[in-house]
């Protein structure tokens, strides 16, 4: 049964927190926070890289074939202006799409939370992680690209995957694989991992998988005929992300990190490092312990890990912010390993997670910094 947004009865004051109105008011003031830090402290123009790319291409989305981006950010762009008529600033239609999916991810997120009655407090951890995700978290969140509107359409597939809504859950997968390219290998592993295990009928299975795959392949047919080449899709990303640009033949993207030297780095290689070691564990865990959702987990965990083995140095970036997906996973294993989550009556454990959950929150001003003052200054 899926868990209520609202308990009836009178709650304590540190209770409040953890059900979804305190929830939703505590990431409320985070955003604001950051989006005013941005703003008033650092001068920021979000209006710049891929966030002005997405921006033009959204003018251009009549031919949607840059070979770089899939279209599904730029097309919600194009509409929402449209529907605006036009007077709204580029960047405050774009925050509003990415606001609306970061709303849209923790409230199913906790809903599917709540479909495997896991407690409102580790419920409530698992989106103040998703939320905080160290460096990453609200800050692809303020800064508006493609990831939270993907990442939204990914957990809603994943819900309705989970609601036995197979034909919806395809459809959302379809759109989230012409949102943004990261995600394949995630929504690829979910078919493999978990759709073939519902032992469709055959018809019911190729209708599935037809809804998953048509939006990227009409895209990739339609862009053949405008560039005149079956690679156009992917060519650029070969030679921009996966291929070494230092060094290391192998392992660009870790190794490679970590020889650029100084305290950005290491503080990087730290970061990509712990990435793949946390990877590596969910898998292990969930293949030796089997807890609930464990074949969707190893579907997150996996995608995670190939993307650190894969990407570049210039790329690597991506496998940590999309690494917030690997949340799942660590709740769901903790619920199968005690019931009820962390035992949050007992005092040390209630401090180290609120310890670390704050010292998430001030990690995404230091990445604000660093992108404003140091990447773009």
């Known amino acids: 049964m899926e868990k209520a947004f609202f308990r009836k009865g009178n709650l304590r ?47 251009n989305w009549r031919t949607p074939f840059h070979p770089n981006h899939v279209p599904g950010y730029p097309l919600m762009i194009a509409f929402l202006r449209g529907a605006t008529l036009g007077i709204i600033k580029p960047t405050v239609i774009m925050h509003a799409i990415n606001l609306s ?10 809903k599917i939370f ?6 409102h407090k580790v419920a409530a951890v698992g989106i103040f992680m998703f939320a905080l995700w160290p460096f990453v978290g609200l800050v692809y969140t303020v800064t508006p690209l493609a990831d939270m509107p993907a990442i939204a359409l990914l957990i809603a597939g994943l819900y309705f995957q989970m609601k036995k809504r197979v034909f919806l859950s395809c459809f959302l997968f379809g759109l989230t694989l012409i949102t943004h390219k990261a995600l394949w290998p995630f929504v690829g592993a979910i078919c ?36 005149g080449s079956p690679m156009w899709l992917i060519s650029s990303n070969i030679s921009k992300e996966f291929v070494s640009r230092g060094n290391s033949t192998v392992l660009d993207g870790l190794f490679g990190t970590l020889s650029s030297g100084g305290i950005i780095g290491l503080v990087k290689f730290l970061a990509v490092a712990g990435v793949l070691l946390l990877g590596l564990v969910l898998i292990i865990i969930m293949i030796r312990s089997k807890p609930i959702n464990y074949r ?21 970036w991506a496998a ?12 769901w294993g903790c619920a199968e390993w005690n019931k009820l989550g962390f035992p949050f009556g007992k005092r040390v454990k209630t401090i180290a997670v609120g310890s670390f959950l704050i010292l998430c929150f001030f990690s995404q001003f230091i990445y604000a910094w660093y992108m404003a003052t140091i990447y773009y200054g």
Do not use: K
């Open 13 to 59: 004051f540190s209770q409040f927190w953890f059900e979804f109105p305190g929830i939703m008011i505590i990431l409320a003031v985070c955003y604001l926070l950051l989006l005013a830090y941005y703003l008033r402290v650092l001068n920021y123009d979000f209006l710049r890289g891929d966030v002005l790319g997405y921006w033009e291409d959204s003018l």
């Open 101 to 110: 999916a970061f709303l849209v991810c923790v409230i199913l997120i906790y």
């Open 114 to 119: 709540g479909l495997n009655n896991i407690s």
């Open 192 to 227: 493999l991992f978990y759709l073939f295990d519902f032992r469709l009928r055959l018809n019911v299975l190729v209708l599935a998988v037809l809804l998953v795959l048509f939006p990227l392949g009409f895209l990739w047919l339609t862009g053949w005929f405008y560039h």
């Open 296 to 316: 969707l987990a190893l579907a997150l965990s996996i995608p995670v890990v190939l993307l650190v083995l894969a990407l570049n140095q210039y790329e690597i």
């Open 320 to 331: 940590v912010r999309f690494s917030r997906l690997l949340v799942l996973p660590i709740i």
